[in-house]
């Protein structure tokens, strides 16, 4: 493209104007769709797009609470510890790193195997970055006070 426009001003007029304005019109709708894909694909969050994220997470949270239930759990509750805080350091997960991230606790009472589940579950879900299950007690009756300690 730069070599027609310095024929043209060298005072060469070469063949071929049209074709050269349809491949910038193309080279620009081009341009345009990786420029969507990208941000549609990448980790930065926009203001936009945080009713998304909110959605995003009350489905994760709906999604491992249901894990927990079908195997015959019970789950106590959620507590959001943060939104879009930034992590102890850059992470790279699922091909992409990331540098901010929403914090959350589910507190449940299951078996050791619906743990098992639950965290293979998370890790290939693409909205986690990272997971952990932290054991508080072996026995039910040492975590709820059913009154009979009374």
Request: aromatic fraction near 12%.
């Amino acid at each position: 493209m730069y070599s027609y426009y310095a024929l043209t001003v060298a005072g060469i007029n070469p063949p071929g104007k049209q074709y050269l304005t349809t491949l910038q019109i193309c080279q620009f709708l081009f341009g345009q769709a990786c420029i969507l894909v990208y941000f549609g694909m990448s980790n930065c969050q926009t203001p936009s797009q945080g009713i998304w994220l909110w959605g995003s997470m009350k489905d994760l949270l709906k999604k491992s609470a249901l894990t927990v239930l079908d195997r015959g759990g019970a789950v106590r509750g959620f507590v959001n510890i943060g939104r879009e805080q930034p992590l102890p350091y850059r992470m790279r997960r699922h091909m992409e790193y990331h540098t901010h991230g929403s914090f959350w606790l589910m507190h449940y009472f299951s078996n050791p195997m619906t743990s098992k589940v639950l965290i293979d579950q998370l890790k290939l879900d693409a909205r986690v970055v990272r997971c952990n299950v932290i054991k508080v007690t072996d026995r039910l009756n040492e975590m709820v006070n059913t009154g009979e300690n009374l």
